[in-house]
């Protein structure tokens, strides 16, 4: 029993979902980063996975570039989460709401 | 036994990541996302993609996991999170059906079997000189614009991260840059 493309892809396909379930169902903010984290590791597993499969090294580069996208994000997000944390005392997003949309 | 490990990494890291989505308390959250993104590492081993795999120890695992754990020293995490879901089913149906549209469109490379590579590989080499010679030829220019992202992202963090709150950046003076306790000029 061997591995086809489909295993990898079927694999990051569950990740995706739980990274969007993840995105849709919590409401606090650092577990959208986490459910986001999620999501873009699941497509970097796709990436790889097709990359490797025919023979081409494109997608492997642009995994390494959504790791670096991921490592800005977390920077700059993160810095705006402590900000919003000492600004209301609490991450949930339904205190945001300030334009009462 | 390449399937074997397949197995056993992809079983881990669903039910890794299934931890961190749907756990209340963000500690158990933060180290199932860490040990997941260990196991997906080891994917990318399985997979040949052996530069990938150890940029996504580093990275990911290294050091985006230990800016979680920083950032996680300001938040109160000993709290369990309190969410309130007010209609739990338009959530299920909007998860289910963005699912179901995921699925379709992963599966459409499937469909597409004359695929030819675009960049190969150069002969002889193996994965992390290949990469080197691709990464610093064919996308130097993509290359030097993310080391420009990453460099603005930093400096945005420590800003955002080291400044007070409550009043705007642009009150404070430029030797107020590094003492914490400086008040604003006009308040002076």
New interface residues.
């Given amino acids: 029993?061997?591995?086809t493309?489909?295993?990898?892809?079927?694999?990051?396909?569950?990740?995706?979902?739980?990274?969007?379930?993840?995105v849709?169902?919590?409401?606090?903010l650092?577990?959208l980063?986490?459910?986001t984290?999620?999501m873009l590791?699941a497509a970097?597993?796709?990436f790889?996975?097709?990359?490797?499969y025919?023979?081409?090294?494109?997608g492997?580069?642009f995994?390494?570039?959504i790791?670096?996208?991921?490592?800005?994000?977390?920077?700059?997000g993160?810095?705006?989460?402590?900000?919003i944390?000492?600004?209301y005392g609490t991450?949930?997003l339904?205190n945001l709401n300030l334009m009462k949309g | 036994m390449?399937?074997i490990a397949?197995y056993i990494f992809?079983a881990l890291?669903?039910g890794l990541?299934?931890v961190?989505?749907?756990s209340k308390n963000?500690l158990y959250?933060?180290s199932s996302?860490a040990a997941?993104?260990v196991l997906?590492s080891g994917?990318?081993f399985i997979?040949?993609?052996d530069?990938?795999g150890a940029?996504?120890l580093v990275?990911?695992s290294g050091?985006?996991m230990a800016?979680?754990a920083f950032?996680?020293m300001?938040?109160d995490t000993t709290r369990e999170?309190?969410?309130?879901?007010s209609s739990s089913l338009v959530?299920f149906l909007?998860?289910g059906l963005?699912?179901l549209i995921?699925?379709v469109i992963?599966?459409a490379?499937?469909i597409g079997q004359n695929?030819t590579?675009?960049?190969?590989?150069p002969e002889g080499a193996d994965n992390p000189h290949?990469?080197g010679v691709?990464?610093f030829t064919?996308?130097l220019i993509?290359f030097e614009v993310?080391a420009v992202?990453?460099l603005?992202?930093?400096i945005?963090?420590?800003?955002?991260?080291s400044k007070k709150?409550?009043r705007s950046l642009s009150e404070y003076g430029e030797d107020c840059l590094v003492d914490e306790n400086c008040e604003p000029k006009d308040q002076k």
């Fill in positions: 029993m061997s591995l493309l489909t295993h990898y892809l079927v694999l990051a396909v569950i990740l995706f979902v739980i990274g969007l379930a993840g849709i169902r919590r409401k606090n650092l577990m980063f986490f459910a984290e999620i590791n970097n597993l796709a790889v996975a097709i990359s490797a025919i023979n081409d090294l494109s492997q580069m995994a390494i570039f790791i670096a996208i991921a490592a800005s994000e977390v920077a700059v993160l810095g705006l989460l402590i900000l944390y000492k600004k991450l949930d339904d | 390449e399937a397949f992809g890291i669903v990541f299934l961190t989505v749907f963000v959250a933060m996302l997941g993104m997906i994917l990318f997979l040949g993609a530069f990938i940029v996504q990275v990911y050091a985006i800016l979680y950032g996680m300001f938040f999170v309190k969410e309130k879901n959530v909007l998860s963005s699912a995921l699925v992963f599966a490379p499937q695929i590579p675009l960049v190969t590989a290949a990469i691709v990464l064919k996308y993509p993310a992202m990453l603005v992202a930093m945005a963090g420590i800003i955002l991260a709150m409550d």
